[in-house]
């Protein structure tokens, strides 16, 4: 299977953005106490098609033909992300995808930093300004214009038990192949979370429509 290289860039995509939060803490007064992720604590636990989070407390379910896996799949390897080290500080919580199409969907979590304070505006500029990582990534990795992204507009989405949240998407074609890269940052104190998909649009495949099914089934379980 070719790369297309979309995986890197929207790794790089999700760097940018923590980049960008990090810039907005420049208050005197902390907003809440300082985490670390506790990387020794399991992602969580998967029950057929469910799964509940343990190191995070978010539950998504997804359809019955697609897999899900705490650990980093071989194929996106081959799409262009980054094999992450069982040593990083913080690691993806879940990874999802159709092994047919290899459309896929990955949630992170991580603690906010303690200083930054975040609003529905804020977080949809946060995530806007992720457009300009991914124009050059495509003009550094193809060449200047060759590959022309259609950029999607900036939306508020709503999950259950998550306070703020926007997406943002854009179509393009490499090799002949169109695909969708999709990118949702939120917020719910006291964590942020990135939500990174893919979907390859291959004749006869529901891909689209998985996709949103496994968004609406997305939560967050505020704890008591």
Not at 151 to 159: A, Q, Y
Not at 171 to 182: D, F, I, N, P, S
Request: net charge neutral; charged share 25%; with cysteine.
């Amino acid at each position: 299977m070719n790369s297309d290289k979309g995986g890197l860039v929207m790794k790089k995509i999700l760097m940018s953005v923590i980049l960008f939060v990090f810039l907005f803490g420049c208050a005197m007064i902390p907003a809440r106490p300082a985490l670390q992720e506790n990387i020794s604590v399991p992602s969580g636990k998967i029950e057929g098609n469910q799964f509940t989070g343990i190191r995070y407390p978010f539950n998504v379910s997804v359809p019955p033909h697609w897999k899900m896996t705490v650990e980093f799949p071989d194929f996106l390897e081959e799409l262009g992300y980054d094999r992450p080290f069982s040593t990083d500080k913080e690691q993806t919580e879940l990874y999802a995808y159709n092994p047919k199409t290899k459309s896929n969907i990955n949630f992170d979590f991580t603690p906010a930093d303690r200083y930054t304070r975040f609003d529905q505006k804020k977080i949809e500029w946060l995530t806007s300004s992720a457009v300009g990582s991914l124009k050059s990534e495509l003009d550094k990795e193809f060449g200047k214009g060759v590959v022309k992204p259609e950029i999607g507009p900036t939306e508020p989405i709503s999950f259950k038990g998550v306070q703020f949240a926007a997406k943002k998407y854009a179509t393009y074609a490499v090799r002949g192949l169109k695909q969708e890269q999709g990118w949702i940052y939120g917020f719910t104190e006291p964590y942020q979370f990135f939500i990174l998909y893919t979907i390859f649009e291959k004749e006869g495949a529901s891909d689209r429509q998985d996709l949103q099914k496994i968004l609406d089934s997305f939560e967050f379980i505020k704890k008591k």
